[in-house]
């Protein structure tokens, strides 16, 4: 089976080279990305849909997280934390982080209308996350946030999952992130390597022969290798200084769910935390 005609695009060279960031005048939302997880929307919280996938990874974001936010020498402190999840698709983590005792609020983001309605209406049948500012949705991209001008604006934690692989250019988008992460704080993702081995098990498999999510879902020429990640973030100003950077693979496993993976970070799916340098 023959990959899409679509060219590669020159990722380490993106990351490499980051873009001045911008707000307000911009955007890194795909409208082909929009319409296709708009068609999903109806689905997103069937756990054996097309989402199902994600709802058996949302114990390890959490899983991960923690680890990032004990990883230091003064670990960061867990109590009423502030998260922002850019690309929160239809709340499956912003929902149960608002859930957590440790959470002060959760805001979360997402381009597209319709699959953000599916998220304020199924947070509705939680009377939790009726409490003033523990949860609220915006439908924006992150270049229409307005820029934080105070620490007590920025967030304890800013999660991307399973989002950079859907972006054209993830460089400036990347930078745009940056500055709603407060002192100490840490930027969370997960993405997908760029390797045979993920293609065979995300595209062949997942998408073609399995379909255990939908077609089209991906575009592999968009995935992006650890280092490349890993070199971005190294060359910000004010980031990732005295081992703040994290990393870990996670593997699917029929029968167990997903599994987290050492090394595997390097040709398949993968988390990614990053640390705001305290004194930045």
Known sequence: MALRP???????LLLRQPQPIR???????????VSHFNALASTWWDPHGSSRL???????????????LSSQATPYPSKQLRYLDVGCGGGIFAESAARLPSTANVTGIDPSSEVLQVAIEHARGDPLLHQPGRLQYLNKSIEQLPVPKRVEEQYDVLTLFEVIEHINYPAPFLASCLPFVKPGGWLVLSTIARTWTSWFTTKLVAEELVRLVPRGTHDWAKYINEVEVRRFFQGQKGWASDGGIRAIGCVYVPGLGWQMARGGEEWGNYFFGVRKDPHS
């Not at 679509?6 to 380490?12: F, G, I």
């Not at 707000?23 to 990305?33: A, F, G, K, M, R």
């Not at 994600?54 to 990032?68: G, T």
């Open 23 to 33: 707000h307000n005048s911009s955007s890194s939302v795909n409208p082909t990305e």
């Open 6 to 12: 679509t060219a590669l695009r020159n990722l380490s």
């Open 54 to 68: 994600l709802h058996l990874m949302n114990p390890l974001r959490h899983d991960f997280i923690s680890s990032c």
